[in-house]
């Protein structure tokens, strides 16, 4: 019984510990954080998504090439906000991005 107990509150644990890094990590950009010159905007939609509806100011890297991009070529000294068209592709771009730098990642949803 002792055992099966820790097993649930490890389990529990493991929950809570999840979403709050979720919540560190990516945290959604709403018009009163900030303002836009404060960051190094991504846009990391596909070229033809970004060419149909530009974010302004927003350098696009579609997400299949920031790992690569983050390598070679990209650096900010600024907090981070990508521009997506779902949260899933925001958070895999925020784990690639808190790998290689320490800064706070916001997100937008493209229209």
């Given amino acids: 019984m002792l055992e099966f107990s820790v097993v649930v509150i490890g389990f529990l644990f493991f929950i809570m510990f999840r ?34 509806s530009p974010y302004p100011g927003a350098e696009n890297i579609p997400l299949s ?3 690569r991009a983050l390598k070679d070529r990209f650096q900010c000294t600024k907090d981070i906000l990508l521009v ?13 991005i808190r790998r290689k730098r320490g800064k706070t990642i916001y997100y937008v949803k493209a229209v």
Avoid at 37 to 47: G, H, L, Q
Avoid at 84 to 96: E, F, N, P, S, W
Wanted: glycine share 4%.
């Fill in 19 to 52: 979403g709050l890094y979720q919540t560190f990590v990516l945290k959604p950009f709403t018009n009163q954080s900030a303002s836009r010159d404060n960051f190094c905007v991504i846009d990391i939609r596909d070229y033809i998504s970004a060419h149909r």
């Fill in 65 to 67: 090439y920031l790992q």
């Fill in 84 to 96: 997506t068209d779902d949260k899933r592709g925001a958070k895999l771009a925020a784990r690639m």
